[in-house]
Nanobody, 115 residues
Framework: VQLVESGGGLVQPGGSLRLSCAAS????????MRWYRQRLGKERELVAV????????WYSDSVKGRFTISRDNVKKTVYLQMGSLKPEDTAVYSC?????????WGQGTQVTVSS
């Protein structure tokens, strides 16, 4: 199993970014995908969840209405479209999949929201 995130960077408050997580080594279309983030000095926080077929979506209250999770089962990629970004969104963002009770993570991508 391999998960590779990309798309992070420096953005001004109010700006947007789209993160991508390219998956391989498992049947992507069959699994729920998750985005987490970890802010400096804080515990890892679940941000968004998307079911295998796309019919069930969950967002944390901190990002609801600003972030959108989506997936392309042909490209085996999950996305996190982030808008109206705030300085408190600054974090390392990682995608996750749980397979047979084991969690798999990507290396993460840094998002910094600052003027």
């Amino acid at each position: 199993v391999q998960l590779v995130e990309s798309g992070g960077g420096l953005v001004q408050p109010g700006g947007s970014l789209r993160l991508s997580c390219a998956a391989s080594g498992f049947t992507f279309r069959s699994y729920t995908m998750r985005w987490y983030r970890q802010r400096l000095g804080k515990e890892r926080e679940l941000v968004a969840v998307l079911s295998s077929g796309g019919g069930s979506i969950w967002y944390s209250d901190s990002v609801k209405g600003r972030f959108t999770i989506s997936r392309d089962n042909v490209k085996k990629t999950v996305y996190l479209q982030m808008g109206s970004l705030k300085p408190e969104d600054t974090a390392v963002y990682s995608c996750n999949v749980a397979i047979s009770g084991r969690d798999y993570w990507g290396q993460g991508t840094q998002v910094t929201v600052s003027s």
